[in-house]
């Protein structure tokens, strides 16, 4: 029996759930679907996005439903139109063996000529945004008065963005003997004003904590001027090469400005915001998904719906003014068993709203430096000299060698090497050769006791030769050194992981220890390096050893040497090697090496 089958589905539904590939239910399907399949009752389930809710409401609800009768008998609410679609989508791969079920999206930006055309032939299950819901309604197209089952998905979004009294005046249409199934990431006092006034003592499921973040992500801020979040904006992407992310502005007009300015200055940017046209807002989605966006810059309301798994990156330009957004902002990544970075760019008169945030979603912020001008070349010169490294060779190129021969004839290898690297790394060194530090200081802040807060007096920085390439992310390769220097999770901070390297920090007393550990360590053969940066922030110093002529060069090579030899189980991170978010992606006019 499989962990589907024993949460009580039927066969139509593992069929299709075979089909797409999944094979474990997750924590709120395990607790929601049983629960709704044995008995009639109201429910309220909290669980962040990308935990699989859809499924976690959607298999018991296609299941319950008579697909042999045309009468609408299931309404879910979502608040905007791609989670809409893209809810209607899934139902749909769930119920592909379902015979004469007919699922019906209903939103507006669309004909409502032809979604009235759709429900005439019958819709058992209706999915629909509130405004387009409403207005139907009161046209006379849509009757929800014999429905059985009322899904609001997304309940506190619906909320944060207007809809509690289109919510009201639509369940007032609905029957009170039906089964109201609520799923929001957070429980504000409207949700929970929600659930008194039309649930009936509805059993409650929690994923996690109530109002809490994921702990797939990392939560770190930035203290910077107020002038210089756009620069801080730009050196935080160019510290990530591998950047897949979406940045959050307050209004509007600075969601259009910060897109501009990033494609002027050659980034892969896009803007998504309420004042885009439905056609605008197809097309930048599509590039986003097809990741030929690298930075989508988008409003809170704009952003409601975006379903990507592999974002690495939420950047909060500006924090919101309501908690319960943050937590749906850095819940856009981490998702699907990944891990991810929620950043903050903050000044220091906004540090108090962190100490909120962090009561409210219960997890601790990581204090850091915008990276240095100096540090942002070094991180792309790895990156530049792996995409070398590992770029496959175009045969077509064989026809030109002679004349290129010619051309760099006297050139020795080491000299090839600088020139060839020189090319694109000049680019950046000019443009951040004598920038400025853009840190403030951390206010009241800075007399935390965490160790993610400390200053970086009494701490190491250390440089190591794996990253995403290797399979890591920055919780699993905490985990990974962890066990091998068997130091606690406490022990180890300010892990950054990069394509095919990474940082961390641990207590100077820790340092022999560490470089002892890691002195000659093979990993399947392979030798993993650790050296001390040059500086807190990042960057490396090569560490020269008397009694050992082997060393491993940064790219992951190893030469021979005496020594003793230590060996490992070489496991990848749990979170998987994350897909480069370069492919794609247009080459930059100034900066980036991509």
């Not at 094979?23 to 996005?49: F, G, M, R």
């Not at 919510?167 to 929970?192: G, H, R």
């Not at 929690?206 to 702990?215: E, I, L, P, Q, R």
């Not at 979603?361 to 850091?368: G, V």
Request: net charge positive.
């Amino acid at each position: 029996m499989t962990k589907f089958e024993a949460l009580g589905l039927e066969k139509s539904l593992l069929d299709a759930i075979t089909d797409m590939g999944f094979d474990t239910p997750s924590e709120v399907q395990e607790k929601s679907i049983p629960l709704l399949l044995s008995d009639e009752i109201d429910l309220v389930a909290l669980a962040q996005t990308g935990t699989g809710k859809t499924a976690a409401f959607g298999f018991p609800l296609i299941q319950k439903i008579d697909h042999s009768s045309r009468t609408t008998q299931g309404l879910i609410l979502s608040p905007t139109r791609e989670l809409c679609l893209q809810i209607t989508n899934e139902m749909q791969l769930y119920s592909k063996y379902v015979k004469g079920l007919n699922i019906v999206a209903v939103y507006g930006g669309a004909s409502i000529t032809e979604q009235a055309r759709q429900i005439k032939r019958g819709a058992q299950i209706i999915v629909a945004t509130p405004g387009r819901m409403k207005d139907m309604i009161g046209r006379g197209i849509i009757d929800i008065s014999k429905i059985d089952y009322c899904v609001l998905d997304e309940a506190d979004e619906m909320l944060n963005m207007g809809f509690y009294e289109d919510i009201k005046d639509i369940l007032s249409n609905t029957p009170e003997s039906k089964s109201t199934w609520l799923f929001s990431a957070t429980m504000p006092k409207e949700v929970a004003s929600i659930a008194k006034k039309f649930m009936h003592k509805p059993a409650e499921i929690t994923v996690g904590s109530k109002n809490s973040g994921v702990d797939t992500v990392q939560h770190e801020y930035y203290t910077v001027g107020g002038r210089d979040r756009y620069p801080a904006l730009k050196r935080l992407a160019d510290a990530n090469p591998g950047i897949f992310s979406v940045v959050f502005c307050r209004t509007k007009r600075d969601t259009q400005k910060v897109a501009e300015k990033l494609i002027e200055d050659g980034y892969n940017a896009g803007a998504l915001h309420g004042d885009l046209s439905q056609n605008q807002r197809d097309l930048v989605m599509n590039a986003f998904r097809k990741k030929q966006i690298q930075m989508l810059v988008a409003t809170d309301v704009a952003a409601r719906g975006i379903d990507v798994d592999d974002i690495t990156h939420v950047i909060n330009y500006q924090l919101p003014d309501e908690i319960e957004t943050y937590t749906h902002r850095s819940g856009r990544t981490g998702r699907a068993g990944k891990s991810g970075i929620s950043m903050v760019i903050v000044t220091r008169s906004e540090l108090r709203k962190i100490g909120a945030i962090e009561k409210k979603i219960q997890q601790k912020f990581i204090s850091k430096k915008i990276p240095t001008g100096i540090e942002i070349c070094e991180i792309q010169l790895y990156h530049l000299a792996n995409r070398i490294r590992n770029t496959k060779i175009n045969e077509e190129v064989n026809n030109y060698l002679p004349a290129i021969h010619d051309v760099l004839e006297g050139l020795d290898r080491e000299e090839l090497i600088q020139k060839i690297v020189s090319v694109e790394f000049t680019r950046f060194f000019n443009y951040y050769n004598r920038s400025k530090d853009l840190n403030t200081t951390d206010g009241d802040r800075g007399n935390r006791k965490e160790k993610d807060f400390q200053s970086d007096s009494g701490s190491v920085r250390y440089f190591i030769n794996i990253g995403e390439r290797d399979g890591y992310d920055w919780m699993s390769l905490k985990d990974f050194l962890k066990d091998t220097l068997s130091l606690g999770k406490e022990d180890l901070y300010k892990v950054d992981v990069k394509d095919s390297f990474a940082f961390f920090n641990a207590d100077s007393q820790y340092k022999d220890f560490i470089l002892e550990t890691f002195t000659d360590f093979k990993v399947k053969g392979r030798f993993i390096n650790v050296e001390v940066s040059d500086n807190p922030g990042g960057g490396r110093k090569r560490r020269r050893d008397k009694d050992s002529r082997r060393s491993n060069n940064k790219y992951g090579e190893k030469s021979r040497g005496k020594g003793r030899k230590k060996d490992s189980n070489f496991s990848k991170g749990s979170g998987g090697s994350r897909r480069s978010a370069s492919s794609g992606r247009r080459s930059k006019k100034r900066d980036g090496f991509y």
